[in-house]
């Protein structure tokens, strides 16, 4: 393949990538605009359960040939999808929708670090504690403490997320395994889901927008990150991906009128440069482990 047909086929992905971001975080400010109806958790349980249904419709997974083992991968991929979840929306109740995702994605963040293997990736730590103290804008009273402590626990969820994901990706095809987790997921959250939104599932211009909610945030972005995946190296995408936080913070500025002060928009400058950092420099000790010794 030449380069000019290289970049042709990249320049696409790069769009995937990017419009799969913009649809994640559209999806949750539509989100956040639901929760005084049907609530968080609410949220959660209709996002998840329409998730499944799509995707089980879609990938139409085979439930035979496969180990316990396989199966317990699946269930604790589920967990941590609805924790991860659960725990995002509960931030996002109690924080502004870049922050929160800023935060967040300190997980994989501290899991490129760590995987790199390499002093220097330690920098980069170095750099995303400085984007957190600035997040706080010169105030952290004005940060809810507990929306840091459930994002704080939605970074760690999606750390083991992308842990748990690679597992069952190797025991099954194409979107099996990401679909049966995702019933696991709707499942664990439908009585926590059901008792938040109480009569508000009656309604059904809330269930339809529920809906919509998982078309935004699942199902679009999973489908474009995988086409997208199949013609950009990982570590480009992971690159993309750590654009989230901007993408989150505009979102959150156009659709929820959340103004962040500039300090808070350099704390999520300053993660972003971590987390682009972080990516480059475990690709970089991946390629040296891979090359033989002299």
């Known amino acids: 393949m030449t380069p000019l047909s290289r970049r042709a086929g990249t320049t696409p992905a790069i769009a995937l990538v990017v419009v799969g971001l913009a649809c994640q975080e559209v999806g949750a400010s539509l989100a956040v605009l639901l929760f005084p109806a049907v609530g968080p958790l609410g949220m959660v349980m209709l996002r998840l359960v329409f998730s499944a249904v799509v995707l089980l419709l879609i990938a139409r997974p085979s439930l035979r040939g496969h180990s316990r083992a396989d199966w317990s991968g699946v269930v604790l991929f589920g967990v941590v999808l609805a924790v991860m979840n659960a725990l995002f929306y509960l931030a996002l109740e109690r924080l502004a929708l870049g922050v929160t995702v800023t935060i ?13 293997r390499r002093a220097s990736a330690w920098l980069w730590a170095l750099v995303a504690l400085a984007g957190v ?53 709707a ?3 439908l009585p926590l889901g059901i008792a938040d939104a109480g009569a508000a599932l ?13 078309l935004l945030s ?4 999973y489908a474009f990150e995988l086409v997208a995946l ?8 992971a690159i993309l991906m750590s654009l989230a936080p901007a993408t989150a913070a505009v979102a959150g500025f156009v659709f929820l009128g959340q103004h962040m002060t500039w300090l808070e928009v350099a ?5 972003i440069a971590a987390s682009i950092g972080a990516v480059r420099s475990s690709s970089r000790a991946a ?8």
């Open 104 to 116: 967040e994605v300190l997980g994989p963040l501290v899991l490129s670090i760590v995987a790199s």
């Open 133 to 185: 103290i600035a997040l706080g804008g010169g105030g952290w009273d004005r940060l809810d403490p507990l929306g840091v402590v459930f994002a704080l626990g939605a970074a760690a969820s999606w750390a083991f997320y992308i842990l748990a994901s690679a597992r069952v990706g190797r025991a099954f095809p194409r979107l099996d395994g990401l679909a049966l987790a995702m019933a696991v997921g």
């Open 187 to 189: 499942v664990l959250a």
């Open 202 to 214: 009656l309604r059904i211009e809330l269930v339809a927008l529920g809906a919509a909610v998982a």
């Open 218 to 221: 699942s199902t679009i972005p």
């Open 230 to 237: 199949r013609r950009l190296p990982a570590a480009a995408f």
């Open 267 to 271: 704390g999520i400058a300053l993660v």
């Open 287 to 294: 390629r040296e482990a891979a090359e033989p010794l002299a």
